[in-house]
């Protein structure tokens, strides 16, 4: 008699329709998929309480054809300069790009497309061929008071890309997209904003080829969204890549740039350090489009030494020794690793179960003390020289061993790597069942971190079946991230965004800045008086009406720089 097989949900494996609603809120590449494992399908169940009966219909899969909700309220002596001024070629009206250039991946959007019921869409998508269409495009706007929003690749969390006040969403990625040269003396990159990370160090790796240098690079910035984010939004989101305890944050890659802005074109200079004043690069850096729109850039680039690079992973007996670790790591001054990340005890478990830990392994860590809802896993790996890789790995088994941890060589954080872009894929499969997977992430200083980590999870926690994953996973000597990752099953979306609020509250309230690597947005704009203050918040607004001073550069509450008084959260 043969064995029943085991339900598993009817996990979507079909692209969506090029068309569709889907196709514009699915995560990453249209044929790219990764499921829920059976050890997670099984926790899910047993967290939310769920049978499989409640996973054998999908909720509202969006594969039906993208409709607009208002047609472009744009005059058209209006669309017929901008299509002079970029080509007829560039400039699209049509329902599916208006809705898809005005949408980002935040969770509260891809439910907003999911019922087919977006807030608000461009008049009209305009794809600039290069720097000098941008600033004719921007000049026309500023002339005429039209609404003029920067999408680079779509990835914002934070209703970055939103079109509040209609207007043109302005694709950088279509044309601009493209490494204009690299400097080998120096070791920089000319790159264009709408450059994709994959194309961008591919690019790199081959610099001798492309641009018969000597040696290969590489962009040392690889976010979570690599594959579907741009360097220009790196740079404007103020953004952090998995490596960047080695390799720095992207504001700290970045060297120099051109922005044209309502007031004029600015281009900064490629100094590595000067002493003239307040340097007006950094006043770009995080700025979001509310500025004007980035359309070069001069980032730093890094030797690219994959055969030297060495990985590792520890078990420490708890958060507080995985912490301390991480502090002295970083404070030690013998050289960083890339990638560092630690685990609270939380994500370590269910982290163990998503990749299925054989159970003597399991018996064998408890054995050596590291007991579940205590032990905290750390992965990591170390790059450049093959001396200083040898030197930093050794250094780091060293205080890991003094914080009771037990290695457990390089095969947790080789296994991580190869799937390290690919968890956002899961979030289209659990939301077609009624789960939301988010997250929300902020900055810390070292003697603030477990008032912080304890203060958001006893807040998420206190909602009934709810999980919350937390780790940190860029270091500095002053402190460090945490990245809270929560799942829940709603009843309804106001009961999801109501968490969500009292979540950013919590962070508030406990010392977390607002964002540490996904930018403000329009979505943490209501905290941004709060967390900044007025008197750094008015330094900001006079910036704003410098450059922007009819407020055309995405207006309606980006980084809280518009933002209606009564819209500011306490």
């Known amino acids: 008699?043969?064995?029943?097989?085991?339900?598993?949900?009817?996990?979507?494996?079909?692209?969506?329709?090029?068309?569709?609603w889907r196709s514009v809120f699915k995560w990453g590449?249209?044929?790219?998929?990764?499921?829920?494992?059976?050890?997670?399908?099984?926790?899910?169940?047993?967290?939310?309480?769920?049978?499989?009966a409640d996973f054998s219909r999908k909720i509202r899969e969006g594969l039906e054809p993208v409709v607009a909700p208002s047609k472009p309220a744009l005059a058209k002596k209006h669309l017929d300069k901008l299509k002079e001024l970029a080509g007829p070629e560039s400039v699209s009206t049509d329902d599916y790009s208006r809705v898809k250039f005005?949408?980002?991946?935040?969770?509260?959007?891809?439910?907003?497309?999911?019922?087919?019921?977006?807030?608000?869409?461009?008049?009209?998508?305009?794809?600039?061929?290069?720097?000098d269409d941008v600033q004719k495009i921007v000049a026309y706007c500023a002339a005429e008071k039209i609404p003029l929003y920067t999408y680079g690749a779509g990835s914002s969390v934070n209703y970055g890309v939103r079109t509040e006040k209609g207007g043109i969403s302005l694709a950088l990625g279509t044309h601009m997209n493209k490494?204009?040269?690299?400097?080998?003396?120096?070791?920089?990159?000319q790159v264009q904003p709408g450059m994709l990370g994959p194309a961008y160090e591919a690019t790199l790796n081959d610099a001798p080829r492309f641009f018969s240098v000597k040696k290969r690079y590489t962009c040392g910035h690889f976010p979570q969204s690599f594959e579907f984010s741009s360097v220009g939004g790196w740079v404007a989101a103020l953004g952090s890549g998995q490596a960047s305890t080695y390799y720095g944050d992207a504001c700290d890659i970045l060297l120099s740039l051109e922005v044209v802005t309502p007031a004029g074109t600015i281009r900064t200079l490629s100094y590595p350090g000067t002493a003239t004043g307040p340097k007006i690069t950094d006043m770009f850096k995080g700025s979001e489009g509310a500025f004007g729109v980035i359309t070069e850039l001069t980032m730093k680039i890094f030797r690219y030494m994959p055969e030297n690079r060495r990985y590792f992973g520890y078990m420490f007996p708890s958060w507080g020794a995985a912490v301390d670790c991480a502090r002295e790591m970083v404070q030690g001054e013998f050289g960083l690793p890339a990638v560092f990340r630690i685990s609270d005890a939380e994500e370590t478990d269910r982290g163990l179960k998503l990749y299925g830990i054989p159970s003597v392994v399991d018996a064998g860590l408890i054995r050596m003390g590291h007991i579940p809802g205590k032990r905290c896993l750390c992965l990591g790996t170390c790059e450049g020289d093959e001396d200083y890789t040898a030197l930093v790995s050794a250094k780091i088994?060293?205080?890991?061993?003094?914080?009771?941890?037990?290695?457990?060589?390089?095969?947790a954080s080789r296994k991580w790597e190869k799937t390290r872009f690919t968890e956002p894929y899961m979030r289209e499969d659990l939301n077609d069942y009624g789960l939301i997977i988010d997250t929300l992430e902020t900055g810390v200083t070292w003697d603030n971190i477990h008032r912080l980590h304890q203060g958001v999870r006893k807040?998420?926690?206190?909602?009934?079946?709810?999980?919350?994953?937390?780790?940190?996973?860029?270091?500095?000597?002053?402190?460090?991230?945490?990245?809270?990752?929560?799942?829940?099953?709603?009843?309804?979306e106001a009961e999801y965004k109501d968490f969500q609020l009292r979540i950013v509250d919590a962070i508030v309230q406990n010392g977390g800045s607002i964002s540490h690597h996904h930018g403000v947005g329009k979505m943490l704009a209501?905290?941004?008086?709060?967390?900044?203050?007025?008197?750094?918040m008015d330094v900001l607004r006079a910036l704003k009406k410098h450059f922007d001073p009819d407020n055309i550069m995405n207006p309606g509450g980006q980084m809280g720089l518009d933002l209606e008084p009564g819209r500011r959260r306490k």
């Open 1 to 20: 008699m043969s064995k029943r097989k085991a339900f598993l949900p009817d996990w979507t494996e079909k692209i969506a329709p090029p068309d569709s």
């Open 29 to 52: 590449a249209p044929d790219g998929f990764k499921h829920p494992s059976a050890h997670w399908y099984a926790m899910m169940k047993e967290e939310f309480g769920l049978s499989d």
């Open 102 to 131: 005005s949408y980002g991946m935040t969770v509260d959007e891809a439910l907003e497309l999911r019922a087919q019921s977006p807030k608000t869409v461009a008049d009209a998508v305009v794809h600039p061929r290069n720097k």
């Open 179 to 189: 490494v204009l040269s690299v400097n080998e003396q120096n070791q920089t990159a």
């Open 397 to 411: 088994k060293k205080l890991a061993k003094k914080n009771g941890a037990t290695s457990l060589s390089g095969y």
């Open 459 to 492: 807040v998420v926690k206190a909602r009934p079946r709810t999980m919350c994953m937390t780790h940190a996973s860029h270091f500095y000597p002053q402190g460090t991230n945490l990245y809270f990752i929560f799942m829940i099953r709603p009843e309804n």
């Open 526 to 536: 209501p905290w941004m008086e709060t967390h900044l203050g007025t008197a750094q």
